[in-house]
């Protein structure tokens, strides 16, 4: 029992359990998931279909935090990769061919990794700091974003582009295919070459770990680039999902969500050992909690402060020195004799899957 | 190493500079629209108007922004200096702050929120420059500071909507969501109360309401949750077109005919949501006409040659059912 309180994705998980309580009791159908029209549809469907773009954004910016980074402009490549994307199809004299389509995510991807590749060039070719370096793209990245819709929300009507919003792949709704399919491969190569355990060793000492051999600084770029080509990938499903690119407000604050979202998952911001599996719990939670406002009809006046009190209850419950005192409170009361383990550094707790990994 | 330091410094500052060159153009182009004359340039019978926007926040807005840049021409007497304020109020007060030392001959702004206007507009009245308020009205007690405020009323618009509803649906015992714009705008004030007071009386019902803050994307995720939480929803009604057009998506996905399973009223009528009445996947559209430009034009003239104008200028807004969209459509402006 112990042991599972004390597991680093207790809290996030709890927190999750708990929303997806709250709506089965408001509604008590909210957990069914039936077949229509050939796929699976209902709440649960939705959160991982609304999950999709944060993960995508998330997954970037824990790589970007491990190496004791932070990618501001996440949301701003967002709006750029809708931009070019919608564009480009609205200008095409067929938007209903694939080839027209292939070529606007080709485009939009193409562009977002060079805006990685920027940032990434900023921060360890320059050695400007993480957080001014992205900031330049965060408010110069929606001006380009304007710059190429005009000014205006672009639409379209494209079947083969809107498949990434609204289609089903196997009953799955396809962003969420995707999404969770990038996060596999990453997981998968992050975790199981010495990749995870460079990156971290990266984030903890970047001078102490180029002495001995690790390429920190191809490191650091290789993480700025993935960050704004995973943006990218959100941005295309946003877009693709009201089939609109709107400059102004498509992954408007996705860099605070997906900060928060490696955050509730236990990933500290001083870098060094990351958590992707929390990365996606926190996500999760966003989404989920996100859809809890309208199910459980919050008015729209205290919704800002309702997600305050979830966040701040998550992260306290997640915090270190919180869960300490709690233990420590827990002790006093069964008046348990005093135990030997080193209970001051809960944050150092050997944890075998990320020690070990590579 | 001093030198590398230099270096780096200067490399960073360089592709900061033409990063930051490269995003500002698009705002540029806006705002140095002609080099007019700056006193008294009226004189030549040039008007030179000083423009805040809000944004380019909707469809709607930018078929507004159209009608001011389209009306406002060199050909018809204007200087026209545009500004996009990106939603934000200080951008606006910068904006109005400058057209106040560029001495323009009226300052023309549609305010972000309709508080905390007074300072600034003293200024500007200080200087002797006509104000005045295009689309949505400020809240300050002291009414000498604006000329007119051109705009639609937007508890009307509320109310026609409603008043479609109670004549449509009456007596079926309709149960109806609402999907809110951006909390606190006045036009999302006003269209809730005016849709309120319209249904009272009638047996429909509004089961639940939430902020889909006037985006498509919103509007869609937050009709999602209503169909999640309520099995018996007959009636949406939308604050604006493109939270209709969300909620749309969403009505879709759960396997759902928009328009039929659940009948979809909004408010605006611009291209697209008139496309989707025509289809039959929208009910009901009141128009918020945002073609302003021409009345602004004229208000404006009027204020330079000292003539009387009316404090409040209410645009004419049309109503259209799926019959009157598929005739209206060919011919639409915006």
Same mark, same amino acid.
């Given at each position: 029992m112990r042991d599972v309180l004390r597991h680093h994705l207790f809290w996030p998980v709890a927190a999750l359990v708990a929303l997806l309580v709250a709506n089965t009791v408001a509604r008590p159908g909210f957990l069914a998931v039936t077949v229509r029209d050939g796929h699976l549809f209902g709440a649960p469907i939705d959160i991982l279909r609304t999950t999709a773009p944060l993960l995508l954004v998330a997954l970037g910016m824990t790589l970007v935090i491990a190496t004791r980074g932070i990618d501001l402009s996440v949301g701003a490549v967002v709006a750029v990769s809708g931009a070019v994307a919608l564009s480009h199809i609205a200008s095409s =004299?067929? =938007?209903?061919?694939p080839v027209t389509v292939l070529t606007a995510i080709g485009l939009a991807l193409a562009l977002c990794l060079v805006l990685g590749v920027w940032n990434g060039f900023l921060v360890s070719a320059l050695g400007i700091q993480p957080i001014i370096a992205t900031l330049i793209l965060m408010t110069a990245g929606r001006g380009v974003a304007m710059l190429i819709t005009g000014g205006m929300i672009t639409t379209v009507n494209s079947a083969p582009f809107k498949v990434l919003g609204s289609g089903f792949w196997l009953g799955l709704p396809v962003a969420a295919v995707i999404a969770f399919g990038v996060f596999a491969v990453v997981a998968f190569v992050v975790r199981r070459t010495a990749l995870g355990m460079l990156l971290e060793a990266t984030g903890i000492n970047p001078a102490a770990s180029r002495l001995s051999g690790v390429r920190s600084r191809t490191l650091t770029w290789t993480v700025y680039t993935a960050s704004g080509l995973f943006a990218g990938l959100a941005g295309l499903l946003i877009s693709a999902d009201t089939m609109a690119a709107d400059a @102004? @407000? &498509?992954?408007?604050f996705i860099e605070l969500d997906a900060i928060l979202a490696v955050v509730i998952g236990g990933t500290a911001l001083s870098g060094g050992k990351f958590n992707l599996s929390g990365t996606l719990v926190g996500a999760l939670v966003i989404a989920t909690l996100e859809r809890t406002v309208t199910v459980l009809g919050i008015s729209p006046l205290v919704t800002p402060l309702f997600m305050a009190l979830v966040v701040i209850a998550v992260t306290l419950l997640q915090s270190p020195r919180m869960r300490e005192r709690l233990t420590a409170a827990r002790r006093r009361q069964v008046m348990a004799p005093p135990e030997?383990?080193? &209970? &001051?550094r809960p944050d150092s707790t050997p944890d075998s899957t990320e020690v070990k990994a590579g | 190493m001093a030198r590398t330091t230099l270096t780096r410094t200067v490399l960073a500052a360089v592709s900061a500079a033409a990063l930051f060159a490269l995003g500002a153009c698009s705002s540029d182009a806006g705002t140095q629209t002609g080099g007019g004359g700056e006193t008294g340039a009226a004189d030549d019978g040039v008007i030179t108007l000083g423009f805040s926007q809000v944004g380019a926040e909707s469809g709607w807005r930018a078929a507004n922004t159209k009608s001011i840049q389209d009306t406002l021409t060199t050909e018809n007497g204007f200087d026209l200096k545009f500004s996009d304020a990106q939603q934000k109020q200080e951008n606006q007060i910068q904006a109005i702050r400058s057209y106040i030392t560029q001495g323009v001959d009226v300052i023309a702004f549609s305010p972000v929120v309709e508080t905390g206007w007074d300072a600034v507009l003293q200024e500007a009245k200080a200087a002797g420059i006509p104000v005045i308020l295009t689309d949505r009205a400020v809240d300050s007690s002291d009414e000498t500071l604006y000329e007119s405020f051109i705009g639609s009323d937007f508890v009307k618009e509320g109310e026609m909507a409603g008043e479609w509803a109670v004549e449509q649906y009456d007596g079926e015992g309709y149960k109806a969501v609402e999907l809110q714009g951006t909390t606190g705008a006045a036009p999302a004030i006003d269209r809730k109360e005016g849709f309120e007071s319209a249904i009272?009386?009638?047996? #429909?019902? #509004?089961i639940d309401s939430q902020t889909g803050n006037f985006t498509r994307a919103e509007g869609k995720t937050v009709m999602e949750g209503f169909l999640n939480a309520h099995d018996d929803i007959d009636l949406v009604f939308a604050h604006n077109d493109d939270m209709g057009l969300g909620a749309i998506e969403a009505i879709e996905a759960a396997g759902l005919t928009p328009g039929e399973d659940i009948k979809i009223i909004t408010i605006d009528a611009v291209k697209d949501g008139m496309q989707a009445l025509a289809d039959g996947k929208i009910n009901y559209i009141v128009e918020c006409n945002p073609l302003l430009g021409p009345d602004l034009a004229e208000i404006a003239e009027k204020v330079i040659a000292g003539e009387e104008v009316e404090k409040r200028i209410v645009v004419k807004d049309e109503a259209f059912d799926q019959e009157a969209a598929v005739e209206a459509l060919p011919t639409r402006e915006y």
């Open positions: =004299p067929d =938007p209903e061919s @102004n @407000n &498509a992954g408007l030997p383990q080193p &209970a &001051a | 009272e009386g009638s047996d #429909i019902e #509004i």
